[in-house]
């Protein structure tokens, strides 16, 4: 038995019908456009949302500013850095989206690295700092609204908040985001080990 | 490319390359519904990427390319079928059905087992390889310098043979 042999078994078995082609095309241009309206709709939903929350935030702020003292300005202000590290990393993994899967394997698998190494740092790095963040805010909210209440209710507030938020964000990560790195490390392990072998 | 070019585009390439995509697709994934799933995954990235299509190579070049992509994705996807060696639920009646099977039918079926055993980069290159493809090519749709893919074709065809010759 030799090579030649098998190559020309292999090229000579039964293949697929594509049958009607424009039955095919129908079909995909089905699923795309389906695709498509899906992709509009999600992204008209949270350009919506944002839109209005950045409305209704500059109204209660220009609204109530004489009310409330400095920790009213600062949380408004974290509030809206928060929407923006959000709306800046929702582009950027919308982005890793448009994928060219007519490049060459190498750079396809180098592509799809970049793309894991983004989703951990999403979960791991923004995560962070979207509680971070959050956490600052209901701070400077819980100090404006107990400012006529004794130190000891005020402290007590944010004691109870900050535990709360950390109790959440432990349980968090011992679940979800546990289940979501393990995976992209896996499938991080996979890609380097096909892209090595790939090359060497 | 304006629409009802890019229709002769697809029907022409539907026409010329369906059958050596469903043979990459045989080549990857020895269960054959789900190389019909990646086979129709494959159709459908042809389709959307045709308008991206600006000839810095050849076509052929160009399906292929997407063809193993679309495959290591779909891999990726379907980690459970990735590089795994065949129960033995599926080689028992792959042993009984052999007699009643016609000699080339049943070489074929063992040569698509034998690729099954391979590594991952390795069933991606031997489906360029068994499609004809030359190292230049290999090397263009894989991405690395043609000396290497030469050495790994020869050890993944040297296997191949050893685990043909098995039984």
């Not at chain 2, 054959?32 to 991206?52: F, G, M, P, T």
């Not at chain 2, 980069?121 to 043609?146: A, C, F, P, W």
């Amino acid at each position: 038995m030799n090579f030649e042999d098998l190559q020309h078994s292999w090229k000579n078995q039964p293949v697929k019908d594509p049958g009607d082609t424009d039955q095919l095309k129908l079909a995909m241009e089905t699923s795309w456009n389906k695709h498509q309206r899906k992709v509009l709709r999600t992204n008209l939903f949270l350009s919506i949302c944002f839109l209005m929350t950045c409305v209704g935030l500059a109204f209660i702020y220009f609204s109530y500013r004489a009310h409330f003292g400095w920790a009213f300005q600062l949380s408004m202000l974290f509030i809206y850095i928060l929407m923006f590290i959000f709306l800046a990393v929702s582009w950027k993994s919308y982005g890793f989206r448009k994928e060219n899967r007519a490049e060459n394997s190498t750079s396809y698998i180098c592509y799809q690295l970049k793309k894991l190494q983004w989703q951990r740092k999403t979960i791991t790095v923004y995560g962070r700092v979207y509680v971070f963040l959050l956490w600052i805010d209901f701070m400077c909210y819980t100090w404006e609204v107990t400012s006529d209440g004794s130190a000891l209710f005020r402290f007590s507030a944010m004691a109870v908040i900050t535990f709360y938020i950390i109790v959440l964000m432990i349980w968090q990560r011992l679940t979800q985001q546990k289940k979501a790195l393990k995976s992209i490390d896996e499938l991080t392990s996979d890609f380097s080990q096909l892209k090595n072998k790939l090359e060497n | 490319m304006s629409g009802e070019k890019e229709e002769e585009y697809f029907n022409a390439l539907v026409k010329n390359h369906h059958a050596s995509i469903y043979r990459i697709c045989r080549a990857y994934l020895y269960d054959a519904s789900l190389a019909d799933d990646l086979y129709q995954e494959i159709l459908y990235q042809v389709w959307k990427s045709l308008k991206s299509f600006k000839g810095n190579s050849s076509i052929s070049t160009w399906v292929y390319r997407i063809s193993v992509n679309t495959a290591i994705s779909f891999n990726s996807k379907n980690k459970r079928h990735q590089y795994e060696t065949l129960p033995d639920l599926y080689q028992v009646p792959y042993e009984h059905t052999l007699v009643k099977k016609q000699e080339e039918e049943a070489r074929l079926d063992h040569l698509r087992y034998c690729i099954s055993l391979l590594e991952q980069q390795d069933r991606l290159i031997i489906s360029l390889v068994l499609e004809d493809k030359s190292y230049q090519e290999i090397s263009e749709i894989i991405g690395t310098n043609s000396n290497n893919v030469g050495v790994k074709i020869n050890r993944i065809k040297a296997r191949i043979l050893k685990l043909m010759e098995k039984k």
